[in-house]
Antibody, heavy 120, light 108 residues
Framework: QVQLVQSGAEVKKPGASVKVSCKTYGYTFTNYDVTWVRQAPGQGLEWMGWISVYSGNTQYAQKLQGRVTMTTDTSTNTAYMELRSLTFDDTAVYYC?????????????WGQGTLVSVSS | DIQMTQSPSTLSASVGDRVTITCRASQSISVWLAWYQQKPGQAPKLLIYKASSLEGGVPSRFSGSGSGTEFTLTISSLQPDDFATYYCQQYNPYSPYTFGQGTKLDLK
């Protein structure tokens, strides 16, 4: 069955970078886009961006442009999200999610989430 | 970016009630709207896509409607498992996607 398994929790200092991985199982990795969503403690969902695994094309939320990079490794069926120049406001649970179907913009399968804490 | 506004932010209801959550877009998104349910400590779960299409395995008491800028999620008869937070998400092609701020549905 389809599974997305994310890397473990991270603690980072302000100004540092974090790279979260999302290893996928149970489907053809290149056929579905991967989206990243984050959720600050007690807050709502924030769409960060998506990557076409097939083409490598990306679209990022405007507020994260220049700080975020989404990539994939098709040899290991793994997606990555790197966020740089971290601030306290970046403390959140980060989710990867797979598109429902080819080219769809909504997500049917989600990872378990990765807590990134930014603390001095 | 397209802004999504949900109302109400909190909704108190009882088992068996019919409830409706509204989501408004700052510009037309046709039918490119999805609804998710999220419970504490869990990832979101897809309920509805393309404004009114029910995801497989989702109970038929959930329904969605709307197009353009105004959308609704209706639960026809609340069950104990339905108390959660609900989010709309627009996925209009060629623009960044965005979520509504969420509606927390709790027990009256």
């Amino acid at each position: 069955q389809v599974q997305l398994v994310q890397s473990g929790a991270e603690v980072k200092k302000p100004g540092a970078s974090v790279k979260v991985s999302c290893k996928t199982y149970g489907y053809t990795f290149t056929n579905y886009d991967v989206t990243w969503v984050r959720q600050a403690p007690g807050q709502g969902l924030e769409w960060m961006g998506w990557i076409s695994v097939y083409s490598g094309n990306t679209q990022y939320a405007q507020k994260l442009q220049g700080r975020v990079t989404m990539t994939t490794d098709t040899s290991t069926n793994t997606a990555y999200m790197e966020l740089r120049s971290l601030t306290f406001d970046d403390t959140a649970v980060y989710y990867c999610a797979r598109a429902h179907s080819y080219g769809s913009g909504f997500q049917a399968y989600w990872g378990q989430g990765t807590l990134v804490s930014v603390s001095s | 970016d397209i802004q999504m506004t949900q109302s109400p932010s909190t909704l108190s209801a009882s088992v068996g009630d019919r409830v409706t959550i509204t989501c408004r877009a700052s510009q037309s998104i046709s039918v490119w709207l999805a609804w998710y349910q999220q419970k504490p400590g869990q990832a979101p779960k897809l309920l509805i896509y393309k404004a009114s299409s029910l995801e497989g395995g989702v109970p038929s008491r959930f329904s969605g409607s709307g197009s353009g800028t105004e959308f609704t999620l209706t639960i026809s008869s609340l069950q104990p498992d339905d108390f959660a937070t609900y989010y709309c998400q627009q996925y209009n092609p060629y623009s960044p996607y965005t979520f509504g701020q969420g509606t927390k549905l709790d027990l009256k």
